[in-house]
């Protein structure tokens, strides 16, 4: 039985990666503080990586370990204390490491940020550029996934989702939209992300992959979502002066419109998908993952705190003075 560690294993991403392995039929151990449970069917291990003995209950023979931290000297202690008794790595990165926003279509050759030196203030791009570097010290059996923005039920970002639940609460009230000519939106469904991990960490895929769906416009992907909501009310669009100049935000957060993004960042949802189709990845049609996404959004609540977006309130009171 193939043998798998994830260090994490009990997150949202994490979490469905260890459910994929263990459907995979692998036996798998989650390595986590504990905070929450590991899925069904699998084991865990508690262990903190803030300290050196975090290791300590997992230092036998791995088949496969896959590590999703974003703390660069977390991954670098890793590294150096199972590294040499794992057959293969498997390191989730993030897109974020690129330096170039611009580029349209750019692959994994393009230029990463200066990687995070011990003592620096925390900047997650730059965390992940240092995670990889360490992770690539263990040469072809690594394997380096980097997720553009993931989607799905259970996402805690709450970006997505938050159209979903935009047209579902307004029913046959007005939504507000952000401009949306020359936009595109690029993601990835997380269970098609986690069964990517395990088929290319199977197959022995190593290097660096930009892990990411097809390009689509954004109006395209909005007005899809909307289909699936049922929504009858207008639709809004606002410009850009009037937005930033009303503090509303671009791409997360609080009092923001998810996914718009300033008019330069032309490559930021527009990478290359080509090295994940060549190696193995599949993607579910993005229809399915919008009907998961509202079908969730329901679930939860549409009017529940989010941690991106407009608030109904927050919304209603732009619409009034905009129209
Ligand atoms: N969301 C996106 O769109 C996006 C895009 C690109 C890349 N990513 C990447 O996706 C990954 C997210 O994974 P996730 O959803 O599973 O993250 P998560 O929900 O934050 O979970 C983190 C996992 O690590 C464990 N952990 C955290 N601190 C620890 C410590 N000190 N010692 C031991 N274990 C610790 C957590 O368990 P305990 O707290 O119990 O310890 C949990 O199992 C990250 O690598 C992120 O960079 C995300």
Same mark, same amino acid.
């Given at each position: 039985?193939?043998d798998?560690?994830?260090l994490?294993?009990?997150g949202w991403?994490s979490?469905r990666? !260890?459910?994929s392995?263990?459907?995979?039929?692998?036996a798998?151990?989650c390595?986590?503080?504990g905070s929450r449970?590991a899925?069904d069917?699998?084991a865990?291990?508690?262990?903190?990586?803030?300290?050196? /003995?975090?290791?300590?209950g997992v230092?036998r023979?791995? /088949?496969?370990v896959?590590?999703?931290?974003?703390?660069a000297?977390?991954?670098a202690a890793a590294?150096?204390a199972?590294?040499a008794h794992?057959r293969?790595?498997?390191?989730?990165?993030?897109?974020? $490491?690129y330096?170039?926003?611009?580029t349209?279509?750019?692959?994994e050759?393009?230029?990463?940020?200066?990687?995070?030196?011990? #003592?620096?203030?925390y /900047?997650y791009a730059?965390?992940?550029v240092?995670?990889?570097?360490?992770?690539r010290t263990?040469?072809?059996? !690594?394997?380096?996934v980097?997720? #553009?923005l993931?989607?799905?039920d259970?996402?805690p970002?709450?970006?997505f989702g938050?159209w979903?639940a935009?047209?579902a609460r307004?029913g046959?009230?007005s939504?507000l939209?952000?401009?949306?000519?020359?936009?595109?939106?690029?993601v990835?469904? $997380?269970?098609?992300?986690?069964?990517?991990v395990?088929?290319?960490?199977?197959a022995g895929?190593?290097?660096?992959?930009? !892990?990411?769906?097809?390009r689509h416009?954004?109006s395209a992907v909005l007005?899809?979502?909307?289909? !699936?909501?049922?929504?009858? #009310?207008?639709t809004i669009v606002a410009?850009?002066e009037?937005?930033t100049g009303?503090?509303v935000?671009y791409w997360a957060?609080?009092?923001?419109?998810?996914l718009?993004?300033?008019?330069d960042?032309?490559?930021?949802?527009?990478?290359?998908?080509a090295?994940f189709?060549?190696?193995?990845g599949?993607?579910?049609?993005?229809? /399915?993952?919008?009907?998961r996404?509202v079908?969730d959004?329901?679930?939860?609540? $549409?009017d529940?705190e989010?941690?991106? #977006?407009?608030t109904?309130?927050?919304?209603h009171a732009?619409?009034?003075?905009?129209v």
């Open positions: 039985m193939t798998v560690l994830i994490g294993g009990t991403l979490g990666i !260890a459910r392995w263990r459907d995979d039929g692998a798998v151990t390595l986590a503080r449970g899925p069917g699998t865990l291990v508690t262990g903190d990586r803030d300290h050196p /003995d975090a290791y300590d230092r023979a791995w /088949d496969h896959i590590d999703i931290s974003s703390r000297d977390h991954v590294v150096e199972l590294g794992a293969r790595w498997t390191y989730i990165s993030s897109m974020s $490491v330096a170039d926003d611009a349209v279509g750019a692959d050759s393009a230029p990463v940020h200066q990687a995070a030196m011990p #003592g620096d203030t /900047d730059a965390e992940k240092a995670a990889e570097e360490h992770v263990l040469g072809d059996r !690594a394997l380096i980097r997720p #553009g993931i989607v799905g259970g996402d970002s709450d970006r938050y979903a935009a047209f307004a046959a009230e939504v939209l952000p401009p949306e000519e020359g936009r595109m939106t690029q990835i469904d $997380v269970d098609d992300l986690a069964a990517y395990v088929t290319a960490t199977s895929v190593s290097g660096s992959v930009n !892990a990411i769906g097809d416009p954004i007005e899809r979502v909307r289909a !699936a909501t049922g929504h009858r #009310g207008e410009d850009e009037w937005l009303h503090g935000g957060g609080h009092r923001s419109l998810p718009w993004l300033p008019a960042m032309t490559g930021f949802m527009t990478r290359s998908n090295e189709h060549r190696t193995g599949l993607l579910r049609p993005l229809d /399915d993952t919008i009907a996404v079908a959004e329901v679930a939860r609540g $549409v529940r989010r941690r991106a #977006g407009l109904r309130a927050e919304e732009l619409l009034a003075e905009l």
